[in-house]
Every structure is written in C-alpha cells, then in structure tokens.
C-alpha cells in the first residue's frame, strides 16, 4: 500500500501533514503497523489454507486406502443363515487368489461361521501349480469330515480345468454352465531347447555343475534319455495322484472312458453326461435351489493395499533368488 493510497482512503489532507511533522511521523507509525498486521493476517491466512488442502489430501488418501483394502460386507455382519461364498478366478499358483494361503482361511472361516449353511466355491480357472491346487483340495475333504452338515458346491463359470477342476473334485457337487469348459484332467512339463540353434550360430554352453544330475532339463544342453525317461516317471506319478483324487471325488457318478484321463477338456453339458458335473447352475441359483439360503457372503480372501506392495517388493527380492534356483531347470510338472 502507498502513501498516496493510504491519503486517498484515510482522507488525511496533505497540507495537514506538512504542516504538522509530528503527526507525519504518527501517520507512517501507523502505516508500518497496518503494513505488518496486513502481513500478518496474510501469513495466518495462508497457512490455514495450507491446513485445510492438507486435511483434503489425507481425507482422499485414506478414502482411496479404504477401497483399496476391498472392504466389503463381512459375515459378521449378517444375521440369520446365509449361503458362503469363495472364489478361485485366475491361475492356481502361489502368491494369486487361487494359491492355498488365500483360499483355504476363506474355507475355514466360511465353515465354522455359524451362520453359513453352506458354501459354494466359484472356480474360473486353467489351471496352475498341482501343489496348490493338491493343498486346497486335501483341506476341503478335512473340513467336509469335520462339518458333515455343511455341504460344498462348485459353480464353475468359463472354465474349470486341470488344477481348477483338481480342486472342484473335492466338491459334494459340481454345478456348470452348458457352455464352460471342463476337465483337462492331466499334467505336463513344458520348456525349450536351443542346443540346435547354439551349434548353427558357434556359441559353446559352458555349464558345470556339483552331481552329476543338476544340470537336469538345462535347455542349453542335450536332453538325455535318462533326463527324459525320469520327467516322464515323474509326470505319470502325479497324474495318477491327479487321477485318484477324480475318483475318489466322483465315485459311481464318473462314467470312465479311455479319454477321461487323457487331459481332454469338454463343454459343461458333456461334462454332465460323462459324469465330471452334477448338473447347470449359477451362484444364485444354488443358493436359493440347493441350500435354501439366498443371502450370500462373500468370504473370498481379497489383498489390501498394504498387503499388494509388500508382495511387490517381496515378489522383486523371491524372483531374484528362485532364478537362481531354477537356473538349472528350464521346466516343472504342472496342471495346465
């Protein structure tokens, strides 16, 4: 603010300030203390702007934590018999919804509420790991025994195969759409070899090695027969236990033929036929049909924030380490 302003808005005539030195030097006393309450007052505004956006930006950051986390509602909160629901979308592997850590405390949790009458188990999934897929399916005939009264249902929606349907096995029944894809009930072991590519451009694989056998399925060396013949026992060993958890699941209802365990998949209403399903239906339909509870609780085991970085970061350092291990076998069995 200038002298002139000051005049013009306080009206203070300027032959009265020059005639009169002491109250010109009142008048820019005055002046300065208005000039630094002004400062003043501008600072304080500023900084309970500055207060106020910080508190906005906490306020979208919790909010946006709190979505993130999935919160959802929670069986606790439903009173009276409801149908419990987890699902399996994706491959069956560690660190994925589809992985034993994640699904199996869902399986518990859903079976010893007192309020669920029953769970029913969606499955979209290929396939994965037949490690996981044999740890969850184990838990689930444990905790049939344990509650005989809680019946377990898979509902399957695009596909489930190989892994996906390792664990739907366990089930008391198998409801699908006519169209899903089911079975591939088999195991395979996958990789590459380049030794006919490294001789044509001259490069030398230089791999040494502690026991003669730590250099089993190096894609960069010849395959052995022995190599091969010992990943087939290995392959034929599992998919028997494959083949024994089909059976003992589906009992009489299996109508075996020479495919069924060839690691062909059929369409949901040819898996009726053959016996790998019990019948159509959807999530809501066996809760209202077959369990007579209509209210479904989602019991699916979904990651937080907080939870999805660590796995990042953890994921960066396991990747690390397991190259290492696995630098020395380009293939392991799985369901796919």
């Not at 030195?21 to 820019?28: C, F, L, N, Y």
């Not at 600072?43 to 919790?62: C, D, K, M, S, Y």
């Not at 739907?168 to 088999?186: E, L």
């Amino acid at each position: 603010m200038t002298d002139k302003n000051f005049e013009e808005q306080n009206q203070i005539p300027p032959a009265a300030i020059g005639a009169d030195p002491s109250r010109k030097a009142g008048w820019e006393r005055e002046v300065l203390e208005k000039l630094a309450f002004a400062s003043l007052n501008e600072q304080r505004a500023r900084r309970r702007w500055n207060i106020f956006f910080r508190f906005i930006t906490l306020g979208i950051i919790g909010f946006g934590i709190w979505i993130a986390f999935g919160f959802s509602q929670q069986a606790d909160e439903i009173v009276g018999p409801h149908t419990a629901l987890i699902e399996i979308d994706g491959t069956i592997e560690a660190g994925t919804s589809g992985s034993a850590d994640s699904v199996i405390p869902a399986l518990n949790r859903a079976y010893s509420d007192d309020n669920s009458v029953g769970i029913i188990l969606r499955i979209n999934s290929p396939g994965g790991s037949p490690v996981q897929a044999g740890m969850i399916n184990d838990e689930i005939v444990r905790l049939r025994e344990e509650y005989p009264r809680k019946p377990l249902y898979v509902v399957v929606d695009e596909i489930c195969a190989s892994g996906g349907y390792y664990i739907a096995a366990a089930a008391d029944k198998i409801y699908v759409n006519k169209a899903s894809i089911v079975g591939s009930i088999g195991v395979l072991m996958e990789g590459f070899g380049f030794t006919g590519l490294m001789d044509k451009v001259g490069v030398e694989r230089r791999l040494m090695t502690a026991g003669e056998n730590k250099g089993f399925m190096d894609p960069f060396s010849p395959q052995s027969a022995k190599h091969k013949n010992y990943a087939q026992e290995m392959l034929n060993e599992v998919h028997q236990q494959f083949i024994d958890v089909v059976r003992q699941g589906r009992g009489k209802r299996l109508k075996e033929t020479p495919d069924t365990f060839s690691g062909l998949f059929w369409s949901g209403s040819k898996a009726v036929e053959i016996g790998l399903a019990d019948g159509f239906g959807t999530v809501d339909t066996v809760a209202r049909e077959e369990l007579k509870a209509e209210d479904i609780v989602d019991y699916t085991q979904h990651e937080g924030l907080s939870e999805r970085l660590l796995k990042k970061f953890g994921g960066a350092v396991g990747s690390a380490a397991m190259g290492a291990v696995w630098s020395s076998s380009a293939a392991r069995p799985g369901f796919k």
